[in-house]
């Protein structure tokens, strides 16, 4: 039976990452670090721990378990997409089959310019970028090894206490904000630009420009840690090393200078020297089996043939294939009876974190840039008007053209909430998201942009997000809740009713996080397997 080569990678091994290492002792039974850690999960294997998904809550999982010396195994459905120079599509501008994952043409956010349609046809791969589509909602989501990490911008954003209190009133607060949220920022390796690099880089012009127009209409504007690595970006700008950022690659994968997840937890997980992963295997289903489970996993190539069908027995079961992929995969499950007991609330509770985008059409006299770096440093904070909260990131749009466009990303406060549900007819899952419902978002993003329109005597762009479209409404990168923490699980991510089973993903946050939610996602997920680890392993 074919199987996919597992590919290692370096262990970069800052400070800031071996400054997080929490090295928790090895539980009874913990096995020693096997001799030779087989390629990929085999058919029939009996495993102690399973993690499905390979992002932020998977990594997190995977590491901590590893830790404690529990051998665990990694289950993700997208690419191990190894390192180095070349594993990308080159430019987010020229998407190739590398950048979607199995679509016939890419599937871009911005994905008209001047009337033009610019997506591209490219032949069916295991791109790294989802483009799932629902009723009325499409959701950008990572694929591979690494989940989100690989195609995301790296803002790393604390979210107020006031706020945390307010999304997760049952979790304590003071651990999340002195032990949990400084462990996640350390392992992620999470810094800020340096202010004055910022303020001189061509590369950043449009962020600049940006925060001028949101002063002088009297809003104020923050600086976004990131976990690029900003020396990186300095020797790409004085052109000494090989550029990722400043040559248009993000959303598609950056080859160089982000602080992707394999490069972090997953690759402390693997110096452990007890994890397996297996990429491009996807958990189709889950059952009790005994006091664990058993699950069927589909293992696919990179072209989408199916070459293996496996089943395996694993002992407890973390899934964390994000809030899209943990909510289909357990409302699916419920509905077959492969999993009774699941609670009602499983598969309710998403939200979109109030993400809408828009451009405005700067003047000719504030161009932004023809050079612009993909990684966004500032943010316009207007979270404290109750009329309609938002925080609005000031995007690139790194065409490498001047287009006088000024590109914002909004997370607003947005109150709708869609359930995932079964359908029989399609064996598929559906989200109950409206169209209409994304209006609170638009109007809150509206209380500051009108007001920056109005001021500089501009307007918003048309042509952005459909041939005669303003609002980008209908997409989101934020997925967030489906199975909420002390709803459809304890308050540890543990699920209802079927014990050794557990969530740790951003399905566990319903539906907002107020900034963007990787770091919540990672530090809740710390607390979460702190305590499972404590209790369960015992
Ligand atoms: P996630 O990272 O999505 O990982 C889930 C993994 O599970 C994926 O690798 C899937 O391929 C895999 N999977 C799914 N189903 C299965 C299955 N059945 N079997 C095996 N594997 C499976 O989940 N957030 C920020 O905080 N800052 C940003 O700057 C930012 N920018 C973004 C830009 C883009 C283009 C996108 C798409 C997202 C962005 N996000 C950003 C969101 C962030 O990446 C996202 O919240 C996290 O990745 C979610 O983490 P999870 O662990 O929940």
Redesign the pocket.
Known sequence: MPQTPLTRRSVLATGAIGSAAVLLSPKAGASAAPAAAPAVIANGAHVGALV????????VAALRLTQAGISTHL????RDWGTGNGTFTPSAREPDKRSTWFRTRSDQ?VNHFMGADINRDIPLYAGV??SERFAAMRI??????????????????TPTQAFFQEMLPSVNQASMYNTYFPRARAALGVSSVDPAWMESSPWYKFARVGRKQANRSGFSTTVVP?VYDWNYMKQEQAGTVTKSALAGQ??YGNDNGKRS?DKTYLAQAKATGRLVVSPL????SLVPFGSGYKVT?RQITDTGTVVAIKTVTADKVFI???????S??LVRQRALGNLPNLAAEVGSGWGNNGNVMVGRANHMWDATGANQSTI?SLGIDNWNDAGGRSFIEVAPIPTGIETYIQLYLAITANANRAAFTYDTATDGVNLSWQPSWSEPSINAAKRVLDKINSKEGTMYRTDLFGSTKTWGDDFT????GGCLLDVATDNVGRLHGHPGLYV????LIPGCTS????????AL?ERNIEAIIGADFA
């Open positions: 499905v998904g390979s992002g932020y809550g998977g990594a289950i993700e459905m997208g956010p970028l989802a950008y989501q990572g694929r591979g090894v690494g989940g989100g990490s690989l195609v995301n911008g790296g803002m790393a954003v990131n993000v959303i997840l295997h996807e958990v189709t996993i964390a294939a994000g809030s899209v992929g943990t289909k995969l966004p990168y934020h997925p967030l740790m993903d951003g399905a900034v963007n939610p990787f770091l919540t996602i990672t997920a």
